[in-house]
């Protein structure tokens, strides 16, 4: 039985003063102290041409600064380590023109590299260039996950890549092997280690499910979008957590919560918990119509989830989204507005470029 929590009233839409303009907000993580966010915004104000830059945003002071990295790239899909002592990202070509073909070439051409919190020991790891995202740390620290799309879409598809699989590189030995499958995912937006040998994935009906029966992802698993992935799986197990519908945005926190969105009947979007024993609470999202979420990251703590969003003030055709965070204990959605990105925010941080 679903319940919601004890002070929250699920029949009707919360409060919430979302944002009224959008940024190129692309990619959040948490720091394991809580208050620092990492933060990929893809700006103008650093270069002539449309890149993104990683920063970071501290929820107390409120300070907005960003990683001395060099300009020829673009950096997105950041994340910190387990320890919070270092940072993953992929690097990639900016996509100067902004078409459909200079961003297939800007991703086809995506490496991963690692920098120490305090801007030290910048490295790339040695990788063929690919289609590459959500780098993700093991939490023992040894190994690295990450998604390769396969193929390119043609322009007018929606989606610019599909046919995703999982691969993972050791730290140790320099040994990049691919963790699962091949499964070959019609489209997949991130990963994150439960543990040091499984994956939960957000994704969306894989090809290679060792059955030649088709699978009924939209009716048998209610639209489901994670997957819990074992190293070493030859095929792609059925997806999880689908006694709710439309199951997706998977996010851990250390305590073995996972958060993630479900659609049920009652309350339409919602954010939702299930603690290590299966046991759910369900928050209903504010405005519905409005406040479209595209990624939620739960604090390490389990306090908050933040999340990106984006809405009918928000020019979300154009990129552009807004951050927020659901506070667990007041049980409220709240904005999040960082400073505008400006040369007076560059971290002088110790480099090795």
Partial sequence: MTTSASGYDNSRYPPFEAATEGRGFQNLSIHPNGQDWLISECSHAFTSYHACY?????????????LDLPRTHSYVEA???????????????????GGHSD?????AHGEIGIVNRDGSNFRMLPLKPSRIFSPVMSPNGEKLAYLVAGVDKPSGRGAFFTLFDIWEYDLTTGKNTIFA?????????SISYLSNDEIIASGFAPANTGSEERRDYLGKYQGSEIF????????APEPSFFDLPNAKLPSTDLQGN???????????????RKNRFGEPTIWREPRMNLCVITQYIAAPSGTYVGFIYGGDQIKTREGKHAL?????NSETWNTVIPPPVSESILMRLKTSH
Avoid at 55 to 66: A, M
Avoid at 181 to 189: E, L, T, W
């Fill in 228 to 235: 819990l992935i074992k190293r070493g799986m030859r095929f």
């Fill in 79 to 97: 994340r910190f380590s387990p320890s919070g002592e270092q940072i993953l990202f992929v690097r990639q070509p900016p996509t100067l023109q």
């Fill in 181 to 189: 499958g091949p499964m070959k995912f019609y489209h997949a937006s």
């Fill in 54 to 66: 990683l920063l970071i945003y501290n929820l107390v002071d409120r300070s907005y600064q960003r």
């Fill in 324 to 328: 927020g965070y659901f506070d667990l």
């Fill in 258 to 272: 996972l958060f993630y969105e479900t659609a049920p009947a009652k309350t339409g979007f919602s954010l939702t």
């Fill in 103 to 107: 961003v297939i070439n800007s991703y």
